[in-house]
Nanobody, 120 residues
């Protein structure tokens, strides 16, 4: 059984940075696509970024393009989300997900989430 555990969330000021990590256990996910989603209070979960198995093809939502960077270390079975130039609207619970093919809202494997709060 795959387990995903996010860490690195917390409180940041607008313009600041945070780095999220998602560590996988239970099986090697080096052949899986990985991604990040977020859910703000009162809103639906939304896509943030995804990366293919090799790390060669990151893809971002327009709202974070140029500010966030997704990366992965397959040797550590971990995916990262570097968040720079944070805005109050980035406040949300951030979830990582894994999928053998393409990460979507219907992907099988999810973490429990980590809270990110950005103050103005």
């Amino acid at each position: 059984q795959v387990q995903l555990v996010e860490s690195g969330g917390g409180l940041a000021q607008a313009g600041g940075s945070l780095r999220l990590s998602c560590a996988a256990s239970g099986r090697t996910l080096s052949s899986y696509a990985m991604g990040w989603f977020r859910q703000a209070p009162g809103k639906e979960r939304e896509f943030v970024a995804t990366i293919n198995w090799s790390g060669s093809s990151p893809y971002y939502d327009d709202s974070v393009e140029g500010r966030f960077t997704i990366s992965r270390d397959n040797a550590k079975n971990t995916v990262y989300l570097q968040m720079n130039s944070l805005k109050p609207e980035d406040t949300a619970v951030y979830y990582c997900a894994a999928d053998p093919y393409i990460v979507t809202m219907d992907s099988q494997y999810w973490g429990q989430g980590t809270q990110v709060t950005v103050s103005s």
